[in-house]
T-cell receptor, first 115, second 116 residues
Framework: GAGVSQSPRYKVTKRGQDVALRCDPISGHVSLYWYRQALGQGPEFLTYFNYEAQQDKSGLPNDRFSAERPEGSISTLTIQRTEQRDSAMYRC?????????????FGPGTRLTVL | AQKVTQAQTEISVVEKEDVTLDCVYETRDTTYYLFWYKQPPSGELVFLIRRNSFDEQNEISGRYSWNFQKSTSSFNFTITASQVVDSAVYFCALTVAGGGNEKLTFGTGTRLTIIP
């Protein structure tokens, strides 16, 4: 596709359930980033990949959060045993180069609500 | 550590007025990049501009202009002759170069409302 796509756009789940959020980056983009944005705040970094390798996961809040990008394209962010505090907008971004700073283009986000 | 401060939480102006959104950043790195993104009511995050730390030239794009001043660690954004479609939340962001991880540090955003 022309831009970054994310699915689902909205997810409502009950506390304790697992959720999987998907990101499909711009074709050919080697770097992929996950951010979380609370209401009224700017996005905060969670983790990033170059190709299929997860290079930095320092922003993941705890071990209930994990991410993968097995073939270097689509990525999945998984939250296990969701809690109400996980409610937020989850944003994915991609950029074209792995070794040089480049612009990150964002997807539309997944709005997660944990009841 | 990097930090971005957008002190203006909300701004309202009447259509056709000019408005400036402030952004102050902190970093110890000498090579870094600054960005502005727009988040319209529909919720997506739209890239507006990228500026590296070695290029202090101001930039103009239509009604938009950006003033980068390293001496005051500021990267301000001005909209001239504002329009209702400019209503959005605007984020300033910073990343440092090198190492391959260009994670962005965002400010808390400025909500701009253009009154028709």
């Amino acid at each position: 596709g022309a831009g970054v796509s994310q699915s689902p756009r909205y997810k409502v789940t009950k506390r304790g359930q697992d959720v999987a959020l998907r990101c499909d980056p711009i074709s050919g983009h080697v770097s992929l980033y996950w951010y979380r944005q609370a209401l009224g705040q700017g996005p905060e970094f969670l983790t990033y990949f170059n190709y299929e390798a997860q290079q930095d996961k320092s922003g993941l809040p705890n071990d209930r959060f994990s991410a993968e990008r097995p073939e270097g394209s689509i990525s999945t962010l998984t939250i296990q045993r969701t809690e109400q505090r996980d409610s937020a907008m989850y944003r994915c971004a991609s950029s074209s180069r792995a070794s040089e700073t480049d612009t990150q283009y964002f997807g539309p986000g997944t709005r997660l609500t944990v009841l | 550590a990097q930090k971005v401060t957008q002190a203006q939480t909300e701004i309202s102006v009447v259509e056709k007025e000019d408005v400036t959104l402030d952004c102050v950043y902190e970093t110890r790195d000498t090579t870094y990049y600054l960005f502005w993104y727009k988040q319209p009511p529909s919720g997506e995050l739209v890239f507006l501009i990228r500026r590296n730390s070695f290029d202090e030239q101001n930039e103009i794009s239509g009604r938009y202009s950006w003033n980068f001043q390293k001496s005051t660690s500021s990267f301000n954004f001005t909209i001239t002759a504002s329009q209702v479609v400019d209503s959005a939340v605007y984020f300033c962001a910073l990343t440092v170069a090198g190492g391959g991880n260009e994670k962005l540090t965002f400010g808390t955003g400025t909500r701009l409302t253009i009154i028709p």
